[in-house]
């Protein structure tokens, strides 16, 4: 083989020569949600792999190619990783991990918020029938509507459980998407469904929770939610041994584990993954746009539930409940925990809500994963 053909066979190997328009755009989404997570500090640990495997797909496709599609019978790496993602087990071993790092102490001090967390859960039933009325069948539906809980192993779980493998990377990077920007999308809200008077309003200290108290609550919770939604145990199971394994106070290896080192292998696994799965092929049509649409009107609805219910709690209790806490019953633990505390304190320095909003965000935790149960036993999943 002569120079001009080794030259030419090696020019033509080049990404250049094999991108659609449509590699390019997701290229520069990608570039657009590397500089958000990076510049903007948007959810990094989140956006940074997501966006990278969205980088990598759309310049070497084979890279989420499974064996079948190539040539000598070894799939490409991140399509191992996807694997994982369509049976369901990164997503539990993050609930696994979410469990460990979160203290359930403020919900089980103030079992109201319980309410709170189901009230942020309408958008997830409203996506859901919007859904069906865009032209979804019931199961795709399902798993899109899962969105407006903003929990994206929810919605990477519901998804492969219901067969929506072709749907998963869209409804992942929305759902990662609006969790990532929480910061952004619910402060308007809250603001428009409040007064200030309303958002200046102190919540009293929360009572101290015994650690009976906090060893009881995954058992119990897991022997209830399991018992009446046996489909939930891989999200709510590993939830609350998480969170055994943290209040336990016997197994603290086991804890950092699965707080530290366990949790951040599987996001970089299931981020990349995630992110791998939105090819220009994949990604870029009518649908997709319809999904974009859809799970950031299940996410406002979701967030002007929970503050509406909020508002209702604090007529009921003569104004002892701070209605900006009931946004925080979306999914997205600790931000949306994070943003009730930052608009209440724009209204009054001295206002302190996290660990009040805290209880909603934990409950709607849980109430997303029981969405997805009764979702699996609505289609005999």
Not at 60 to 89: C, K, Q, R
Not at 114 to 135: N, P
Request: proline fraction near 5%.
């Amino acid at each position: 083989m002569d120079f001009a053909s080794t030259f030419d066979n090696l020019l033509h190997q080049m990404a250049f020569f094999n991108l659609t328009w449509g590699n390019f755009v997701m290229i520069a989404v990608a570039f657009v949600f590397l500089y958000l997570a990076i510049r903007k500090g948007f959810e990094p640990l989140l956006l940074v792999p997501i966006a990278f495997g969205m980088l990598l797909v759309n310049i070497y496709p084979e890279i989420m190619a499974s064996p079948e599609e190539t040539s000598n019978g070894v799939g490409g790496l991140l399509h191992y990783f996807f694997i994982l993602d369509e049976w369901s087990i990164l997503p539990s071993l993050i609930f696994m991990g979410v469990g460990a790092m979160t203290d359930f102490g403020p919900l089980i001090a103030n079992p109201k918020s319980f309410l709170l967390g189901a009230a942020a859960q309408f958008g997830i039933y409203s996506a859901y029938f919007f859904a069906i009325l865009m032209g979804f069948n019931g199961k795709a539906a399902a798993a899109i509507s899962i969105i407006g809980g903003a929990d994206g192993p929810t919605s990477i779980f519901l998804a492969g459980k219901l067969g929506q493998s072709s749907l998963m990377g869209p409804i992942a990077v929305a759902a990662y998407s609006y969790m990532a920007l929480v910061p952004i999308i619910q402060p308007p809200i809250m603001k428009l469904l409040t007064t200030e008077e309303e958002r200046k309003i102190k919540m009293e200290q929360l009572r101290p929770v015994s650690k009976l108290e906090k060893i009881l609550f995954p058992i119990i919770v897991t022997t209830v939610v399991c018992l009446i939604l046996p489909s939930t145990a891989p999200l709510v199971g590993m939830l609350m041994l998480g969170n055994l394994f943290r209040e336990s106070g016997v197994v603290k290896q086991l804890s950092e584990t699965a707080s530290n080192a366990l949790m951040y292998i599987v996001v970089i696994l299931l981020g990349t993954s995630v992110g791998a799965s939105t090819s220009a092929e994949a990604f870029l049509n009518a649908d997709t746009l319809k999904i974009v649409a859809l799970g950031l009107i299940a996410f406002a609805i979701g967030t002007a539930a929970g503050v509406l219910f909020g508002k209702a709690m604090c007529k009921i209790t003569g104004g002892k409940v701070n209605p900006l806490i009931g946004s925080a019953g979306v999914s997205a633990v600790p931000m949306a925990a994070r943003v009730s505390q930052k608009v209440g304190s724009e209204a009054d320095p001295t206002n302190f809500l996290l660990m009040h909003a805290m209880g909603p965000n934990v409950a709607g935790v849980i109430g997303t994963a029981v969405a997805a149960g009764a979702f699996m036993a609505i289609f005999g999943v």
